[in-house]
């Protein structure tokens, strides 16, 4: 029986766990590795930052995994040969068929200087923490929010911050002045459509948008952030902080031949140039958004081509690099961006206007993941 080792359990290590183990139970062992002991959606930072939501609410133990053929261990990686298939952790030692790297992207706050000191972000559980707690005793004034560096996760996640913030303010009566920056000219530069009604909506909330514009440094003692089209004063600042390979990725040469630093992929397929070896997700230089959507998708190509191979079969499948992403606007209303980036000639990602039904869909969508990766009592504590 051949072995798969998935390196990461997030969007893309469960869903292609929770395949292959539909698929090749009986003829495959899967071993499902990650330092956490539990998942958490990526929006779920929004519930702890605006809605009060305690961490331990959007928290799914990795404990209640329960695929045939699957087995999950928590475990920190602390070595990847890509040319042996060998895997180092800090417990065990592994040297599998098929190596499936999806450890996703880590934040490097120190790579803007002065962010560490005199930033905030909510990207993370801690951070989205941190800054809950400094909004509750802010007074008011000028909030910068600034996206430090491309690519990063879930492009609409900044903006949708920004509402979120102006809602949580206002409703607070705090007088605040938002002020979002984007080193990007739209803010999803995919869909005119969806940038258009991003702008749109922060407009009608007063909040003030400079795209084209980059952060490269803050100034504690001043409070200020540094452009090159001058300083901003601020009394708020939260930053989308630069993405970067783990560096167990990084040191694992990997990342060879992969742009800016991330793991080189076949877009169609995304086999690495080493044998056996895929790498998905964030972690993985794709030609697609940073998010867990795509990830997911990834997983649908990869679990099938592990089954080709397993199966001495040819595989058509392809990475078609597809993915829904619900948008908040506050107020109760999401939006909606289908996006299809490798179908067809040229992406396409149309555009559903925000609305109450979109709401209960993307709550829907979250539902029916947690039924497939964790069936049984997981979807009760989501």
Known sequence: M????????GFGGLELASRLSRSLADEVRVVLIDRNDSFTFGFAKLEILFRDVPPERVRV???RLAHPGVEFRREEVTAIDPRTRRVVTDSSEYEPDILVVALGAEYDPAATPGFAEDGYEYYSIDGACRLRDRLDSFEGGTVLLA????PFKCPPAPYEGAMLLHEKLAGRGVDARI???SPMDSPIPVSADTSAALVEAMSLRGIEYSPSRQVRALDPSRHVAITRAGDLPYDLFIGIPKHRVPAVVEASGLTEGGADGWIAVDPHTLETPYPGVYALGDCAD?????????AEDAARTVAERIAATVRGSDSAEQYRGRGVCHIEFGG???GKVDADFLSGPAPLAPFSAPSVELAREKADSAAARLDRWFPGPARQNS
Not at 147 to 150: A, C, E, P, Q
Not at 286 to 294: E, Q
């Open 2 to 9: 051949r072995t798969v080792l998935i390196l990461g359990a």
């Open 61 to 63: 133990p990795y404990a």
């Open 147 to 150: 996206i430090l560096s491309v």
């Open 179 to 181: 002020h979002m920056i």
């Open 286 to 294: 794709a030609p697609v958004p940073r998010a867990g959507v795509f």
């Open 332 to 334: 109760g209303l999401v």
